[in-house]
């Protein structure tokens, strides 16, 4: 073999050998995911799990390919700014908000780092994109913006409580996406001739009174709007409404889980488990400000029927045969 030979032979293998380095050195890169919920990690891991599995099924390992670094405010709003600043000076690829308020708090803090909403309310009307098909900015993900189930779900419960003309409604003003439920809840309602009762909560330090409120108005039913705050605490709203015999509607299913009457809403493991879908595009290169946020595609009504015979409740077939699921 000639001189130039064994050049060409030492270039092609120096360039094979670099190549390989290189991607040895980018499958080796660890992701290092953020993950900040306004509400509790502890009490809904189902949604983290969910979360994890979109990973999964996209190829990634966890403690391999990717970390995650976990941060909660358990409802407390006043806490979001300090998380979101931590979560932030650690540099991460993404960092993935459930909730609304916690993506507003990464909004103030970083215009760059890709945000990845798990489940949001409106985040075209409380700003964090431009618009749904061309989010523009640092900023996608899902959305459960559907206000008109507010009216759906008072519809469904005068429907199901005979005689009924008085409702507590538990919801979080601080959530504008609750704001919207309201009004929706306040137009259905007088349609319907129903008397409104509102129970308005902030923090967990605040259920307790919105009880003993709701407790003195003598209301005929509850109705409790899809929150993290409200979602954190659901085993205690859960027990309060069976402790005065209220028949109960919700916004997600997991009240009905934990022994709810009945919910109508998104199966919030679904847009967890999406949410992996948009990690793992900004991952390998997409811009968040191109990709389209997600809207809801369905809506599930699911009703406890041993919850309702415990109240003395008869479902009426009309509202039985729209359930997509009955728990027997």
């Given at each position: ?19 390989s380095a290189a991607a040895a050195q980018r499958q080796a890169k ?56 931590e979560l932030v000076r650690l540099q991460p690829d993404v960092i993935?908000t459930t909730g609304t308020l916690a993506p507003l708090a990464v ?222």
């Amino acid at each position: 073999m000639n001189g130039r030979a064994v050049a060409n032979v030492a270039l092609a293998l120096s360039l094979l050998w670099g190549a390989s380095a290189a991607a040895a050195q980018r499958q080796a890169k660890v992701f290092r995911i953020g993950y900040l919920s306004s509400g509790s990690i502890a009490a809904s891991p189902h949604l983290l799990e969910a979360f994890r599995q979109g990973l999964r099924e996209a190829g990634y390992i966890e403690g391999q390919d990717f970390s995650l670094e976990l941060r909660a405010s358990e409802g407390k709003a006043d806490r979001l700014p300090g998380l979101a600043a931590e979560l932030v000076r650690l540099q991460p690829d993404v960092i993935v908000t459930t909730g609304t308020l916690a993506p507003l708090a990464v909004q103030q803090v970083t215009r760059t780092i890709p945000i990845v909403l798990a489940v949001a309310g409106d985040p075209v009307g409380s700003g964090l994109v431009t618009s749904l098909a061309r989010p523009g900015g640092n900023i996608t993900g899902l959305s459960i913006l559907a206000p008109e189930l507010g009216g759906k779900r008072l519809q469904l419960l005068k429907e199901a409580v005979p005689g009924l003309s008085r409702v507590a409604v538990l919801w979080n003003p601080a959530n504008p996406l609750n704001k919207a439920v309201w009004a929706e809840t306040e137009a259905a309602a007088r349609v319907l001739g129903l008397q409104l009762q509102s129970l308005e909560v902030r923090g967990p330090d605040e259920f307790a009174g919105a009880f003993e409120a709701a407790a003195r108005g003598r209301p005929g039913a509850l109705a409790a709007a899809e929150d993290p705050l409200i979602l954190a605490q659901r085993t205690q709203v859960v027990a309060f409404a069976a402790k005065r015999r209220l028949p109960a509607m919700y916004g997600l299913r997991e009240f009905v889980d934990a022994g709810g009457l009945m919910a109508l809403g998104v199966h919030l493991p679904d847009l967890f488990r999406r949410a992996a879908v948009y990690v793992d595009k900004i991952l390998k290169g997409a811009k968040p400000g191109d990709l389209p946020v997600e809207q809801p595609a369905r809506f599930e009504l699911v009703i406890n029927m041993k919850t309702a015979k415990a109240l003395g409740l008869t479902i009426p077939q009309s509202v039985l045969i729209r359930a997509d699921q009955v728990i027997q």
